[in-house]
């Protein structure tokens, strides 16, 4: 069984409490690491200008406290992975499911499960539907 480094759960732990029990389950399943939970202004903004976000500070769902949007990555990270983002965003997905909670991912943001029809791939992006 798989569990979280220091990093990872420091910054799940300024999610909310849904990311945080999806994801608890989660790495029960499969290795990975949280790269962001709460992002501040100037982080978001930088993730803006470097154009890793579509939207400026205040408007990210990362920028709420707590954060209603995390990023996630396969451990260890190779970002020409494709399958493997896929098959965690799959069981992310499938538990969020599984306990009545609504998510959005960023390789399927209209939740079509087409992620051929994306204008901004966004593989570690998972956020609430609220």
């Not at 949007?69 to 399958?83: Q, S």
């Not at 969020?96 to 209209?110: E, L, M, P, T, V």
């Amino acid at each position: 069984m798989y569990k979280f480094g220091a990093r990872s759960q420091q910054k799940l732990n300024t999610c909310h409490n849904d990311i945080q029990e999806v994801l608890n389950e989660a790495i029960q399943i499969i290795d990975f690491t949280v790269l962001c939970g709460h992002r501040g202004q100037k982080e978001q903004n930088d993730h803006f200008h470097a154009g890793r976000s579509k939207v400026q500070y205040p408007d990210s769902k990362h920028n709420s406290m707590p954060s209603i949007a995390v990023d996630v990555a396969p451990y260890p990270i190779d970002w020409n992975n494709i399958e493997r983002f896929a098959q965690l965003g799959g069981i992310i997905k499938g538990i969020a499911h599984s306990k009545g909670i609504k998510i959005r991912c960023g390789f399927d943001w209209d939740g079509d499960g087409d992620i051929t029809d994306q204008s901004f791939m966004d593989w570690p992006h998972i956020e609430l539907i609220k």
